[in-house]
T-cell receptor
Framework: SQQGEEDPQALSIQEGENATMNCSYK?????LQWYRQNSGRGLVHLIL?????REKHSGRLRVTLDTSKKSSSLLITASRAADTASYFC??????????FGAGTTVTVRA | DTGVSQNPRHKITKRGQNVTFRCDPI?????LYWYRQTLGQGPEFLTY????????KSRLLSDRFSAERPKGSFSTLEIQRTEQGDSAMYLC???????????FGSGTRLTVV
């Protein structure tokens, strides 16, 4: 079974717009990570946020974490065609391995 | 080091045949993970090695599946008597330390016909 659930399942935006996706999880975590996957390829690590952090930035990415609501959000600003991919949240819980959600598929239209 | 390498990239096999996949992790990473991913889903954990020791196996890993990591370097995942339900992308990942991010390979796509 998967720990996280992303919302929405799919997102279509115009180039230059912002994309926001959310992740909810079930159990307490050590950290939460976001990954990107281009079609048919492996996953690429984007950003890691620890359970005692509330917000983190990396380039055009902004991640928030609310442990009281067991939720996280990923914001991609000024989207580009190259941002078209599936995005997954993954959590490290007490069993010390990453558990992934089902992902959000983002399409950026030129 | 060029990252995590998986071979082959694609494998088509007939039902009932055995297949073996190889993963070469980043050399200084002592943790190695296997995941399986089906279309439209996120990766599901299969098994995990710390150096050469296999520390955890998912219940998804039936008796037909076996994984090894001799000498704590590369790893192999073997599926015996393949079934159509085994068709999936098999992903390998490695990490330097516990709780760190993973570096994934490009995966091996298995099709059982």
């Amino acid at each position: 079974s998967q720990q996280g659930e992303e919302d929405p399942q799919a997102l279509s935006i115009q180039e230059g717009e912002n994309a926001t996706m959310n992740c909810s999880y079930k159990t307490s975590i050590n950290n939460l990570q976001w990954y990107r996957q281009n079609s048919g390829r492996g996953l690429v690590h984007l950003i890691l946020i620890r359970s005692n952090e509330r917000e983190k930035h990396s380039g055009r990415l902004r991640v928030t974490l609310d442990t009281s609501k067991k939720s996280s959000s990923l914001l991609i600003t000024a989207s580009r065609a190259a941002d078209t991919a599936s995005y997954f949240c993954a959590t490290y819980s007490n069993d010390y391995k990453l558990s992934f959600g089902a992902g959000t598929t983002v399409t950026v239209r030129a | 080091d060029t990252g995590v390498s998986q071979n082959p990239r694609h494998k088509i096999t007939k039902r009932g045949q055995n297949v073996t996949f190889r993963c070469d992790p980043i050399s200084e990473h002592n943790r190695l993970y296997w995941y399986r991913q089906t279309l439209g889903q996120g990766p599901e954990f299969l098994t995990y090695f710390q150096n050469e020791a296999q520390l955890e196996k998912s219940r998804l890993l039936s008796d037909r599946f076996s994984a090894e990591r001799p000498k704590g370097s590369f790893s192999t995942l073997e599926i015996q008597r393949t079934e159509q339900g085994d068709s999936a992308m098999y992903l390998c990942a490695s990490s330097l330390e516990l709780l760190y991010g993973y570096t994934f390979g490009s995966g091996t796509r298995l099709t059982v016909v």
